[in-house]
């Protein structure tokens, strides 16, 4: 069966990226020409002291920042998540590899073998700490030559036979090949990562503070607990024009993590309920604090925007860009933002890309960012969520909901469950190696603990009018005895605030209004104070009837007595009524 598909560059504006990835690929290849098979992993000794402790997590970093990351590193550790710090200087004197970069992947095999690490964090920007260059042929319109960063190789430790993986299986120096060059060259790669990364992107020491600041916030204000956090803001439009079935495919991205984040409130900001022609919105939306913040449009370095409905029109008017990110002000309520646009990550290129922006901005943004290092492809249609950044999108609210805990593990599962359910072609390499975790891989997004149970069936009025305020109370227990909240959904799209906290076995009670007639399921869900959502309540039917006419009926009767007792009673008379 031939596939045809219409492959679209989710690009916003003009570019010489390609041009300028070019130049700083040339840079790149100052390489030595150690060939990777004499390399060995028994070359090095020189830990082998330390080899009996155990680490959860490395930090790696230049000697620039040692002193800014100590804060991170005590908090860590005072967490029970050890950790240590490696710089790079000392990795590039102690470890062997063919470049800087092939030295660190070495230092975090031996970390992995050693110390059975489970999370790598990367601090520094492209010029300090360096990352590696794949190479991609996939011909169409846009490029044929795709060259861009991915700090999968970091994660991608291991080949499907168990030994290090230096992705330049052919090695020629070239990493990464995929039906590349004259040649039509390969790497043989695996992919699978081994470790949990991320990195800060950070350019200086000022930035390392920022950061370090907002993760110690983050973790012992326990973000993931906070009532604010089940907030989900879910930006998109049409973000590709013309396709056959008409989809607006930014905002069938969104539904599709809406249905999935079941128990988040979602806040959309879209084309199509005209909220996203005022770039305000998406200003006031993430001010007001949110778990997670969904971009599913188009971008380039410094910028973010979509289509209306079947339109080339941009919007929101003059797009949101990194002046709006400078000025958010959601202080530590801060979301996890993922964005399938282009070019949000280009770290490389623009040390202040959107997504680092996002990052580092100091009186608020996000506390991780996840996009891509180059041009984000897929299908058109409904078909948006089977390929890309988009397919990762969906993969990973899921994995959320099914216990993901640390941000480390949504983008590695993430990456995980994608490759196994994919045909791995172009696109496919192309999105989960341009997909890029900046943040604190063990930053704790969720914690384990028993769910509430099931609430009981909701009391309260089983039927009503329009436009008149009802109570619903409901009540669970949780078997740890935690503190709970309660979210109604009132069965026309609207939902109550999470209320609480309740001690576990206590009542909550709500109230609502419906505006329009019609039969609606009601239903409720508990949460515990570390945010661990109960199943939906079984559904209480409420009805709401017409009454419009039985109203114009009473009325009509009413003011015929008033005006016509006389005439009535004769009718009564006439009729002998009595
Ligand atoms: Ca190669
Ligand atoms: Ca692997
Ligand atoms: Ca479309
Ligand atoms: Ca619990």
């Not at 997004?445 to 109570?471: C, F, M, R, T, V």
């Not at 505006?515 to 039917?541: C, H, M």
Request: aromatic share 14%; net charge negative.
């Amino acid at each position: 069966m031939k596939l045809i598909i219409r492959v679209t560059p989710k690009i916003y504006g003009g570019s010489n990226l390609k041009k300028l990835l070019t130049i700083l690929v040339i840079n790149v290849f100052i390489l030595s020409t150690i060939g990777a098979s004499a390399l060995s992993i028994n070359n090095i000794t020189f830990l082998k002291s330390l080899s009996s402790e155990k680490y959860d997590m490395i930090i790696i970093a230049p000697n620039l920042f040692i002193s800014s990351l100590q804060p991170l590193i005590e908090h860590k550790n005072s967490r029970n998540l050890y950790t240590i710090l490696k710089t790079t200087e000392e990795i590039y004197d102690e470890f062997q590899g063919r470049d800087e970069i092939e030295k660190i992947k070495y230092f975090i095999k031996y970390a992995l073998d050693n110390w059975n690490i489970k999370y790598v964090m990367l601090v520094g920007g492209a010029d300090l700490l360096p990352a590696r260059y794949v190479h991609i042929f996939y011909d169409y319109e846009y490029q044929n030559e795709w060259v861009f960063l991915s700090d999968l190789y970091y994660a991608d430790i291991y080949d499907e036979h168990g030994n290090f993986s230096t992705w330049d299986t052919n090695e020629n120096n070239i990493f990464g090949e995929y039906n590349w060059g004259t040649l039509h060259l390969y790497d043989e790669l695996d992919l699978y990562p081994d470790v949990y990364l991320g990195r800060l992107a950070c350019v200086d020491e000022n930035e390392v503070t920022i950061c370090v600041d907002k993760i110690i916030a983050y973790e012992n204000e326990k973000a993931y607990a906070q009532s604010w956090f089940t907030d989900l803001v879910v930006i998109g439009g049409d973000s590709l024009p013309g396709d056959k079935e008409h989809i607006d495919e930014g905002e069938y991205v969104n539904q599709g993590v809406i249905e999935n984040m079941d128990g988040f409130v979602p806040k959309k900001i879209w084309a199509s309920n005209g909220e996203l022609y005022d770039a305000e919105n998406i200003q006031d939306a993430i001010d007001a604090g949110s778990g997670f913040v969904f971009f599913n449009g188009h971008g380039h370095l410094s910028i973010w925007a979509t289509h209306p409905h079947e339109s080339y029109e941009w919007i929101p008017p003059g797009s949101y860009t990194n002046s709006h990110i400078n000025t958010l002000s959601n202080g530590n309520k801060l979301p996890i933002v993922v964005s399938d646009a282009c070019y949000h990550c280009t770290y490389n290129v623009a040390s202040d890309c959107f997504g680092w922006t996002f990052v580092k901005t100091p009186l608020g943004g996000c506390i991780a960012f996840l996009g891509s290092t180059d041009v984000d492809v897929s299908h058109e249609g409904v078909d948006i969520v089977t390929k890309g950044i988009e397919k990762l999108c969906i993969v990973m609210s899921e994995n959320y909901m099914e216990g993901d805990c640390t941000f480390g593990e949504l983008w590695g599962h993430g990456i995980n469950d994608y490759i196994n359910t994919a045909e791995m072609d172009e696109m496919d390499y192309i999105t989960v190696e341009e997909f890029q975790p900046f943040g604190d891989p063990s930053l704790v997004i969720a914690e384990l603990s028993n769910p509430p149970e099931k609430p009981e069936d909701l009391d309260g009025p089983k039927s009503g009018k329009i436009n008149e305020e009802y109570n619903y109370t409901a009540s669970t227990i949780d078997p740890d005895e935690d503190q709970l909240y309660y979210l109604f959904s009132w069965g026309d799209d609207e939902f109550s605030e999470w209320i609480g906290p309740f001690d576990s076995g206590d009542s909550a009670e709500a109230s609502h209004i419906w505006t329009e007639q019609g039969e609606y399921e009601i239903k409720v869900k508990a949460k515990d104070e570390n945010g661990v959502q109960s199943n939906w309540s079984n559904p209480l039917f409420v009805s709401i009837p017409r009454n419009k006419k039985i109203d114009i009926h009473l009325n009509l009767l009413i003011w015929l007595l008033k005006h016509f007792t006389n005439e009535l009673q004769m009718i009564r008379y006439i009729l002998n009524f009595q």
